[in-house]
Structure formats: structure tokens, C-alpha cells
């Protein structure tokens, strides 16, 4: 019907032009005698306007819209398949903007098509090349000032660019489905770290992963875990899987089910960035989990009597309420520690603490923070000094 409409729609606005209708919801408009893109412009709106009337349908009005790219022969393409290419490429940029929105083709366009086509064959190549490696960053128990975990961060040491940070290429490993091979890198390096950690002079560890989406929907996390798990004979309870709302909201009871079975192997689950996107308190009393981590937007703004700071509050108190765990994230200054301690929160993370940084860096952190807390903890003055 969708198509049918627009192509009425776009009949009843062209008089002269060929209209093709190449798929259910994609036509293509080949406007012979255009001379400027104005005139281009205006051929678009006459469309958006014809296919923008309501439409009455058993007795309800309904609207529909349309996303217009626009290419020029000859400037953005000599050829067929050229033109047609780019101008696919200007219409899912419009579809990018939001509803309704016509685009021109840019080289920009094609600059930013190639280097995501770059990227993902980079991405492809970096497991085998080994460019990906771990960084932990340590998160702390407020009523004992010990570190209580660290949480695995995901780094790509890209061969030209550098360090790529998880913002940058994550998103992208999603989309491609290379979120499943990382995802499982990922997991076997926390594994691995966990197996070289040595607790006697260390301390114990508890390592927290973050997990994708796609990861918690495809239904095979936890038999990926468990086997890791027995390879590498690590103890679950040594292990954290951080979600997010977004991947859980999707097919609830597929990702509760998850969840669950990671639970009853031992295994921790804490839900990530709570305060952003879908959070609401219900999902919060819905969700079998462990931890809430609250995100470090809130938590930045957040000090006695600030609107943020109310929000974490709340976060806090309904965390204990359901007798959750609670995690402060992106804690930066002294002051936000300590109005998060008043607030009864469990564990802060953030650069107060410390930056995310590679295992043996964090072994060394914790050996010195071990020293000066035998140095200045007026327990150990009780120790006999004569040993
Ligand atoms: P996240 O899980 O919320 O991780 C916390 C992010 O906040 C990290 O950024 C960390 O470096 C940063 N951060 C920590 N403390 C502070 C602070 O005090 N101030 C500020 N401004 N930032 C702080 P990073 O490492 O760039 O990671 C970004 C996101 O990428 C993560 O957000 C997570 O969603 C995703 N990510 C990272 N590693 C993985 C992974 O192995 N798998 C998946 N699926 N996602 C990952
Ligand atoms: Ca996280
Ligand atoms: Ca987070």
C-alpha cells in the first residue's frame, strides 16, 4: 500500500519525469531538463509535499514520508550505476536526519562511506593482527577505601591511527556483527588475566565485561562463559557481566533468560549507564540483577541539593530498597566522592580513583596503594614492629 501511495504520490507531482519503482519503498526520479540544483530543490518538495497529504484509510487519516537524496549528472556521477550509487548514498544520509529530509550528494558522503568501509575491513583484520588489548579500570568500596574490582575496557591499537578508543569503533562492530568475535576476545582476555593474577600478593580480583547487546540476545553468552570459565579455571564469582537497558529492553524475557544463566553459574550481572536512555525504576524492580551502575552524567552534576544529585539519590536509594549493589561511575572530584558516601553508595569508579590502565600497570598501582595503606592506616600500628 506504502508503495502504491508513493508511487501516486510521486506521479501526481511530476509531469514530464520517469518514474521507477526499484523496490517496495524505493523509487528513483530521473528529471531530464533540470539546469540548477534549485530546480532540483523544488522538484523534491513538489514530491515531499504530494506524498506528505493525509491519506484517509477506514475512516483514519494517516501521513506518510519520504527521505529524498539528490544526485547531479554529470557532477556526481557520469554513469548509471554512478549516479544512481550516490544518490542512494545523499537519500540514507536525508533517512540519517530524521523524517522528511531531502540531501544532496556531498563528497563528503562518499569520504565518509569509505572510510566506514575502511574501518570495518581494519576492524576485520585487527583480532588475527592482535591490535586489541584490555585496560582495567579499578573501582572502589566506599566504606573500606580498598579497591573492590576493576572493569575491563576495550582498546584498539590501530597500526596508523593510534589508540582508537570503544566510542569509536564499537558502534560500527555492532552493526557488522564483529561484536560477536571482540565480544568473545574480550571475555577470554578477562579470563586469561584472571588466571595470571596472582591473589596471595595482590588481593583477590573481580573482573566486570561489558557486554553488547547482540551478545546478550543471540542466547550463547552464557554457554561462552562457562566454557571459558573451565578453561581457564577461573572462579565465577571473580566475574562481572555489565549490561545495558538497551540490551535488555529488546527481547526482555530472551535477555532475563541470559541473564539468569550466567547468574546461576556464579557470575554477576550489573546494569550499565542506569540514568540514560529507557530507565525507569519498574525495570529496575523487573530485572533479576546484581548491581546498578549509575551513569556518570548524573554523576557528575551531582552534589547536596542539585537536581543530578537528587536523581542519585533516588538511584541510591532505590538500589538498596531492592537490595542491589550501586556503583557511581565518572567520579572525579573529592567532593562527589564524599556527597556519594553520604548517599549510602557502595562503590565509586571514575578518575579520582584512577584512569583505566594495562594489568601490569594495575599491579603496580595496587602494590603502591598497598604500601601507603600499611604506611597510614592506624590498624597496622598494632602490628608488632620487631618482626
Ligand atoms: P562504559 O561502560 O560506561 O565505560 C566507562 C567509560 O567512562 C570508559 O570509557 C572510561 O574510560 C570512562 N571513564 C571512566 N572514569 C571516568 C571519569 O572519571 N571521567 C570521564 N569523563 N570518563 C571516565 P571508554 O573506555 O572509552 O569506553 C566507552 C564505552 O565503550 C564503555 O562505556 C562501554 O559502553 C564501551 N566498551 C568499552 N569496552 C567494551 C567492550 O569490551 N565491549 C563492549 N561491548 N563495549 C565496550
Ligand atoms: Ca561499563
Ligand atoms: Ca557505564
Known amino acids: 500500500r506504502n508503495a502504491g501511495r508513493l508511487a501516486i504520490g510521486t506521479l501526481a507531482a511530476l509531469a514530464s519525469e520517469t518514474v521507477a519503482a526499484f523496490s517496495r519503498n524505493l523509487h528513483v526520479v530521473l528529471a531530464d531538463g533540470i539546469s540548477s540544483v534549485a530546480d532540483a530543490v523544488q522538484l523534491a518538495e513538489r514530491i515531499k509535499t504530494a506524498i506528505g497529504a493525509p491519506l484517509a ?20 556521477g557520469r554513469d548509471t550505476s554512478t549516479l544512481l550509487k550516490n544518490a542512494d548514498m545523499a537519500m540514507y544520509a536525508a ?19 569509505e572510510r566506514r568501509l575502511d574501518m570495518e575491513l581494519a576492524l576485520r583484520h585487527a583480532l588475527e593482527r592482535n591490535e586489541f588489548t584490555l585496560v582495567y579500570q579499578p573501582k572502589l ?17 590501530h597500526p596508523e591511527q593510534g589508540v582508537i578508543p570503544p566510542g569509536d569503533f564499537i558502534p560500527l562492530a555492532e552493526e557488522t556483527g564483529f561484536i560477536e568475535p571482540l565480544g568473545k576476545w574480550v571475555l577470554e582476555e578477562a579470563c586469561r588475566a584472571l588466571a595470571s593474577w596472582d591473589a596471595d600478593s595482590l588481593g583477590p580480583l573481580t573482573i566486570a565485561v561489558n557486554v553488547a547487546a547482540a551478545q546478550v540476545n543471540r542466547g550463547d553468552l552464557a554457554a561462552v562463559v562457562d566454557r571459558l570459565v573451565r578453561q581457564y ?3 565465577p564469582g571473580c566475574l562481572e557481566i555489565e ?3 538497551t540490551a535488555v529492553i529488546a527481547d526482555h524475557a530472551r535477555a532475563q533468560a541470559t541473564l539468569n544463566r550466567l547468574r546461576s553459574l556464579g557470575i554477576a550481572v550489573a546494569l550499565d549507564d542506569f540514568g540514560t536512555g529507557y530507565s525507569s525504576l519498574i525495570y529496575l524492580r523487573r530485572l533479576d540483577i546484581d548491581t546498578v551502575k549509575i551513569d556518570r552524567s548524573f554523576v557528575q552534576q551531582a552534589c547536596e541539593g542539585s ?12 538500589a538498596r530498597t531492592l537490595k542491589l549493589m550501586v556503583v557511581a561511575e565518572g567520579v572525579e572530584t573529592a567532593e562527589q566522592a564524599t556527597f556519594l558516601r553520604k548517599l549510602g553508595c557502595d562503590m565509586i569508579q571514575g578518575y579520582l580513583v584512577a584512569r583505566p590502565m594495562p594489568l601490569e600497570q594495575l599491579k603496580v598501582w595496587l602494590l603502591d596503594r598497598q604500601r601507603s595503606e600499611r604506611r597510614h592506616s592506624p590498624r597496622l600500628t598494632l602490628v608488632p614492629v620487631d618482626r
Open 307 to 318: 537536581r543530578d544529585g537528587e536523581i542519585v539519590q533516588m538511584i541510591v536509594q532505590a
Open 57 to 76: 484509510l477506514n475512516g483514519r487519516s494517516f501521513t506518510t514520508g519520504v527521505s529524498i537524496g539528490i544526485a547531479r549528472f554529470p557532477e556526481d
Open 243 to 245: 549490561v545495558t537497558e
Open 141 to 157: 568500596a566506599l566504606a573500606t577505601g580498598r579497591m573492590c574490582g576493576v572493569e575491563a575496557l576495550v582498546r584498539w591499537n
Open 233 to 235: 579455571h577461573v572462579d
Open 95 to 113: 533517512k540519517a536526519g530524521g523524517r522528511n529530509i531531502m540531501r544532496l550528494f556531498t563528497s563528503d558522503m562518499a569520504h565518509a562511506v
